[in-house]
């Protein structure tokens, strides 16, 4: 199975860089995952927000495929354990998922195509966080999960 975090605008601060390239490279063990980064959209200052969403909306859409299995980071999703987290990933394996897609969208959210097209939400918690900080909490959530998976020490329960 394929995992593909598509996430909307660079990363600015490097720690977070940093810190995202540690688990990337430690996912690289389980195997292939991937993350697309949709540009920042020119001259979005003279955009009003819904602009933004609808425009960021559709390269999102244009990136997936039919069958991909795709899942919003998002506020008002479901929210797992890391244990259930693992457990999810595993039912997913077992599935033959080919490709399994999650999204984290820019400062504003997602467009309401891009909700309509997937149905499927994750949260990482009730608190909010900036949308460049998630990506390092979600990728190092998946690490954790795969560690789970594999009866690594990486998690303690």
């Known amino acids: 199975m394929k995992i593909l975090l598509i996430v909307v605008g660079k ?17 690289s063990h389980f195997g292939q995952f991937e993350m ?4 920042d959209l020119k001259n979005n200052r ?25 899942w919003l980071l998002d506020d008002k999703g479901r929210e797992m354990t890391s244990p259930e987290m693992a457990q999810w990933l595993q039912k997913r394996m077992a599935q033959s998922t080919k490709r399994l897609v999650f999204i984290i969208g820019g400062p504003y959210g997602f467009s309401p195509d891009v ?8 949260s990482l918690s009730k608190m909010t966080f900036s949308h460049q900080m998630v990506r390092l909490i979600f990728v190092e959530q998946l690490y954790r999960a795969f560690s789970i998976l594999n009866n ?6």
């Open 11 to 27: 990363t600015d601060e490097q720690w977070l860089v940093s810190g995202i390239g540690k688990y990337t490279e430690r996912l």
């Open 36 to 39: 697309q980064v949709i540009p």
């Open 115 to 122: 909700y309509n097209r997937v149905p499927g939400k994750l």
């Open 152 to 157: 690594l020490p990486y998690h303690h329960e």
């Open 46 to 70: 003279n955009m009003d927000f819904q602009t933004q969403k609808v425009r960021e909306g559709e390269l999102i859409l244009n990136l997936l495929q039919p069958s991909d299995d795709v």
